[in-house]
């Protein structure tokens, strides 16, 4: 049995074809930070045509109760996008794909109770064997995605610790459980009994904690443009339950350019997809490794802004390395100001940018495009590393595990493996730290704080830039 197809109007098709294309069209500008804002215009208009061409031929829902729902949704948004701080835009990432994974089981939902409203099942009820597929892993999907991202938010926000969280047997247990789900969708083809609907949302509620729960805050990166594609798969499976192509061509786009996203962001991290699944930085060894927290009692030089003024401005090569300690503190519009300061004494400045600093992909680009850093001067991991052996100074404000020698020379350290920026090979380096009471996001650890060409500058980001800038100044 197929769908209940219904003849599409062609200006309809036209449409979303029209709206695919301006996805795509998006996609292909944000893959640049110069592009990026004329690409957030083409997705805003792609989507503009796709509602807009479906509230034109809906059917189920009347058209007052649509736009009800779309204003008290757009209005709950627009609050919340400009209260929301930049240093939580990677936990509002995540609450945004738990709401679109929630949104795909609330749909699978709806068409399992009323299948004949969706067009899915024929006279008697049955449900068409290909839509219980589509059911069946739409809403597996979704389930994962809302779970794992409402762990992923607990996690970026601080509610539970960023450490793995190490179950007995958990491998045992999430192999069991999607063998489970994935034999109860098969099943569902010959039962379409609600005990076999509502057990395969409920273990792939479960699955999604399970899943997120044991990977450590050093791969948070991956997981947020994981659960971005599983929030993409799941909108796309959706799509075909309700027959519609702008879903199943905007999850698809999201699904995959996620997908490549987290390949490339593994790679980065000299990582396998799997083994960020299955914990990645999260083993066993791993996980014990930053327990003991930092090791406070080592000697370290510490300088001051105007030390660290003095030795920039005599520099003839300065890298400057952006993390969460600078977006925690909004610095990046004084970090700005001080690369400016130093370009107008002679000196060359570059910014480096590691794959995974910050909590999500690409979030130190966003703050240096937002002070408006020129998009020549930021390098990626692999176009600079080799550079900070000519440097004078590496400038590293904010960013622990990304710098940390700890995943070259530890097996037993939880980044192990992980590519970084090679500050330590610079001249000087001058690391901006609150304190030297906390380790970084992974719990480890820095021996570059300890090493006889660095100088700590321990305060808030923001002020010591501040003061940097001053003793430029003068």
Known sequence: ????????????AIAYLVSGVLFILALRGLSSPATSQRGNRYGMIGMAIAVG??????????????LGAIAIGGIIGFVIAKRIAMTAMPQLVAAFHSLVGLAAVLVGAAAYLNPTAFGIADAAGEI?????????????????????????????????????????????????????ILGLIAYFLTDQSPWVFWTVTALSFAI???LIIPIGGADMPVVVSMLNSYSGW?????????????????GALVGSSGAILSYIMCRAMNRSFISVI?????????????????????????????DAAFVMKNAQKVIIVPGYGMAVSQAQHTLREMGDLLKKEGVEVKYAIHPVAGRMPGHMNVLLAEANVPYDEVFELEDINSEFAQADVAFVIGANDVTNPAAKTDKTSPIYGMPILDVEKAGTVLFVKRSMGGAGYAGVDNEVFYRDNTMMLLADAKKMVEEIVKGLAH
């Open 1 to 12: 049995m197929e769908h209940a197809l219904t003849e599409t109007p062609a200006w309809v």
């Open 53 to 66: 061409t479906t509230l034109a031929i809906h059917e189920i829902a009347s058209l007052p109760e649509i």
């Open 128 to 180: 068409f064997q290909v839509s219980r597929i589509e059911l069946g892993l739409g809403v597996a999907i979704g389930a994962i995605t809302f779970s794992g991202s409402v762990i992923a938010f607990l996690k970026l926000n601080g509610n539970m610790s960023g450490a793995p969280i190490m179950l007995p047997g958990r491998h045992v247990i999430n192999l069991g459980t999607l063998a489970l």
């Open 208 to 210: 999604g904690f399970l």
């Open 234 to 250: 799941a909108a796309a499976a959706m799509g075909f339950t309700l027959q519609n192509s702008a879903m199943i061509i905007t």
């Open 278 to 306: 299955a914990g990645g930085f999260g083993s066993d060894a791993g996980a014990g490794a930053g327990a003991g927290g930092p090791v406070i009692d080592r000697p370290y030089k510490r300088g001051s802004a105007e």
